[in-house]
């Protein structure tokens, strides 16, 4: 039985696929996502569609928080099952930048947004720990981990940091919080993406590893990354090409 928590997709269906064939998933293996899984790539309805149907989790990302806000979905709100949003409830949803994230257009069919939406509101959360998952082992070397999106409020683990500092990092606003590589010393693992880079960023604290950014700009060129705690294991896989600009 092993979690797998795998960086930011950005709607790179093609890669998720590759890497989900590396992983191998048992019945019992769970996938989880730390947000940001559609915008900026081509495929937001293939990524949906493969996290449907190995029954992944994911974080709340702040391209998943914008689209919400932008429809006029807080979140928190769920819409009734056998009531999608319609032109008239939600007018967003339809506009011609197909409801994106304020800076780009969300590369999804218009007819498939109220399933995107149901899907986000359905299975997104702000912070998951592993006791959170039904089969989760209890411990990585007797500490708990957890998984978030980005970054954390000063003084707080990230059960008591503030949402938007969970979601928006200190980079987007000077009252955010910094990230967790930023002076943070345990003593939960914490798995979180939302910042690029070329590999895994680890954070230690008194030789242990207290932080793990997974966010390996598979949009840009790089590659999608999981790491499982349980097995304390990675398994990445190259993107097919440069989908985006980094920015």
């Not at 992983?23 to 900026?40: P, T």
């Not at 008591?160 to 919080?177: C, F, N, Q, T, V």
Request: glycine fraction near 12%; hydrophobic fraction near 40%.
């Amino acid at each position: 039985m092993a979690s797998w928590v795998v960086g930011d997709i950005h709607g790179c269906a093609r890669e998720l696929e590759h890497l989900l064939e590396r992983l191998g998933l048992g019945a019992n293996d769970r996938l989880i996502s730390v947000g940001d899984l559609f915008h900026r790539g081509p495929d937001a309805c293939g990524v949906m569609e493969l996290m449907e149907d190995i029954g992944a989790l994911f974080i709340l990302g702040n391209h998943e928080h914008a689209l919400l806000e932008r429809c006029g979905l807080a979140p928190g709100l769920v819409v009734a099952q056998g009531q999608p949003p319609t032109r008239t409830r939600f007018p967003l949803l339809l506009a011609d930048d197909l409801a994106g994230d304020g800076r780009r257009a969300l590369t999804a069919p218009p007819e498939r947004l109220p399933e995107l939406l149901h899907f986000i509101q359905g299975h997104a959360g702000y912070f998951l720990e592993h006791t959170d998952i039904p089969f989760a082992s209890d411990t990585i070397d007797r500490r708990a981990w957890c998984v978030v999106h980005a970054g954390r409020t000063p003084g707080c683990e990230a059960a008591e940091s503030k949402i938007d500092d969970l979601i928006y990092p200190a980079r987007l606003s000077k009252r955010r919080g910094p990230f967790w590589f930023q002076g943070y010393q345990g003593p939960k693992l914490v798995l979180y993406g939302h910042l690029p880079l070329g590999e895994p960023r680890r954070s230690l604290h008194e030789g242990k590893l207290v932080a793990l950014g997974l966010d390996t700009g598979c949009v840009y060129g790089g590659r999608l990354t999981a790491y499982s705690p349980e097995l304390d294991r990675f398994e990445s896989v190259a993107a097919e090409k440069r989908y985006a600009q980094f920015s």
